[in-house]
Every structure is written in structure tokens, then in C-alpha cells.
């Protein structure tokens, strides 16, 4: 685990990718005072050791703000207080698959939530899940999410998306690139800056996911990726979407 202090009251612990593993993972700590804020959970390990980090320093996890529910971003939960305020999506009960000790407490994507010198906007962004979110950090820094993954060495993820959500997910890219935002932080890999680096990471993305609907998921790999400037980690992604498609 590595602990970077990108400002004052902003910490970004990093875990590198394991053996065996994809993707490593950004857990980002917004402090106020003394209580944390934390965005994700990753699994019970990473959970575990951030905790114990901010103990160390005199500090109190009181909230986490969950982009998505799938389980590497929220089984983390299971090592953590009851009675912490977790914060996600309206639509959290269609992604949740097992149960977690606290209660879940929807974000308004009209108001935000102010924590301490932090104010949060959501953006809803389904596709990658039904539950996806995009979290503005005051107006400085957007969260992705899952929108945009990609490894530590700067290697892109390929795009995982069920093929019923591939519309959805290529619309809430399209938002995205729209946005014209210049620092987008990730779940899974390093910040991404500067428009010029966006604008070419999301459209990657959008020219691999509309090969795939454009073509009914009959489209062969290299076809899929024909459009891309990068070359993607996760063909095994694709491979499953195809058997999607003909089901």
C-alpha cells in the first residue's frame, strides 16, 4: 500500500496489482478534521489496512462514498463500523449482491453533500453498472468510477460491460467527454490530465464498445479494437461479451 497526499485534506492509498489480478486499486480519503470520508472499499484486505492507517494517525473513518456496488469496490464494508454512513446510488439494490453490515444512504444527484471543505456532486452513469456514479470533487477533481480503467504502468482495461448495458455505457461516456473536464481520478489506475489524454482514453473506449453493438457482437477482435489507440488489457472481457450476445 502506498499513501499519496495529493492535497492538505486529500489522500489517495494505492494497492498495485496483485498476482493473477487485472487491476489494483485508488481508495481516496477526504478528511474533515478528524473524521475520513472515503471513496470505495476495494475488498476486506484493503479496507482493513486503511483503517488501520488513519487509526495511526488520529483519524476516524465516518463515511464512504461508493461509486458502484459491485464487490471489489464494496466488500471492504464487512471490515468496517456499522455505523458508518455509507453513501451511493439510488439504483444500489440493483447491483448489491450480498449483504453489508450498514445501511445504505442514496445521494441526491440534484443537491450533493458538503463534508467539511469537500463539496460533492453526483452524476448518475449507468452502464458499466446500473449503479454507477460520477462524483465531482469541488469542480477540481471527477471521479470515474469504472468508466475508465486501466493498469499502473499506463496499460488501458478493457471496457467490462454486459452486453443488455452496452448502450447505456457508451451514453454515459459520451456525457463524459462532454464534460470537457481536465483531472479525472480512477477506481483502477493512475489520474488521467489534461484534456488532450481524456478526450483520446474515452474515445477508445466508445470506438471499442460501438464496434461490439454496431455489429450485433459479431465482430472479430481485431475489428473491435480497430478504432483504439491503445492496446488493451482484458481481452477476456471481450470474449464474454460475445458470448452475451448470442444468448
Keep these: 500500500m502506498n499513501v499519496d497526499r495529493m492535497e492538505k485534506c486529500l489522500l489517495n492509498y494505492r494497492f498495485s496489482e496483485e498476482e493473477g489480478f487485472l487491476y489494483g486499486f485508488n481508495l481516496y480519503a477526504m478528511?474533515?478534521?478528524?473524521?475520513?470520508?472515503?471513496?470505495?472499499?476495494?475488498?476486506?484486505?484493503?479496507?482493513?489496512?486503511?483503517?488501520?492507517?488513519?487509526?495511526?494517525?488520529?483519524l476516524r473513518l465516518t463515511h464512504v462514498l461508493v461509486t458502484h456496488f459491485h464487490p471489489d469496490h464494496v466488500a471492504g464494508l464487512i471490515a468496517l463500523d456499522p455505523e458508518i454512513t455509507v453513501l451511493g446510488s439510488p439504483e444500489y439494490k440493483?447491483?448489491?449482491?450480498?449483504?453489508i453490515p450498514q445501511r445504505v444512504t442514496p445521494v441526491s444527484f440534484s443537491e450533493g453533500f458538503?463534508?467539511?471543505?469537500?463539496?460533492?456532486?453526483?452524476?448518475?452513469?449507468p452502464g458499466h453498472s446500473a449503479c454507477s456514479i460520477l462524483i465531482d470533487i469541488?469542480?477540481?477533481?471527477?471521479?470515474?468510477?469504472?468508466?475508465?480503467?486501466?493498469?499502473?504502468?499506463g496499460n488501458a482495461i478493457l471496457p467490462w460491460v454486459e452486453y443488455h448495458e452496452l448502450a447505456n455505457h457508451i451514453s454515459s461516456l459520451e456525457m463524459l467527454k462532454r464534460m470537457k473536464r481536465v483531472r479525472i481520478i480512477l477506481s483502477h489506475g493512475p489520474e488521467l490530465s489534461g484534456e488532450e489524454e481524456i478526450i483520446r482514453a474515452?474515445?477508445?473506449?466508445?470506438?471499442?464498445l460501438k464496434a461490439v453493438l454496431n455489429s450485433a457482437g459479431r465482430c472479430s477482435w481485431v475489428e473491435a479494437?480497430?478504432?483504439?489507440?491503445?492496446?488493451?488489457?482484458?481481452?477476456?472481457?471481450?470474449?464474454?461479451?460475445?458470448?452475451?450476445?448470442?444468448?
Excluded: W
Excluded at 114 to 125: D, M, N, R
Excluded at 225 to 241: A, K, V
Design 114 to 125: 458538503q463534508f467539511g471543505e469537500f463539496t460533492l456532486s453526483f452524476t448518475p452513469a
Design 225 to 247: 479494437i480497430s478504432g483504439c489507440s491503445c492496446n488493451y488489457t482484458g481481452r477476456e472481457f471481450f470474449e464474454q461479451l460475445l458470448a452475451e450476445s448470442v444468448n
Design 94 to 99: 440493483k447491483t448489491l449482491t450480498k449483504d
Design 31 to 58: 478528511l474533515n478534521g478528524k473524521d475520513v470520508m472515503l471513496i470505495d472499499t476495494a475488498f476486506r484486505s484493503q479496507a482493513k489496512q486503511v483503517k488501520k492507517d488513519l487509526t495511526s494517525k488520529g
Design 138 to 153: 469541488n469542480g477540481k477533481y471527477l471521479h470515474a468510477g469504472d468508466n475508465l480503467m486501466s493498469r499502473y504502468d
Design 202 to 208: 474515452i474515445d477508445d473506449r466508445l470506438s471499442y
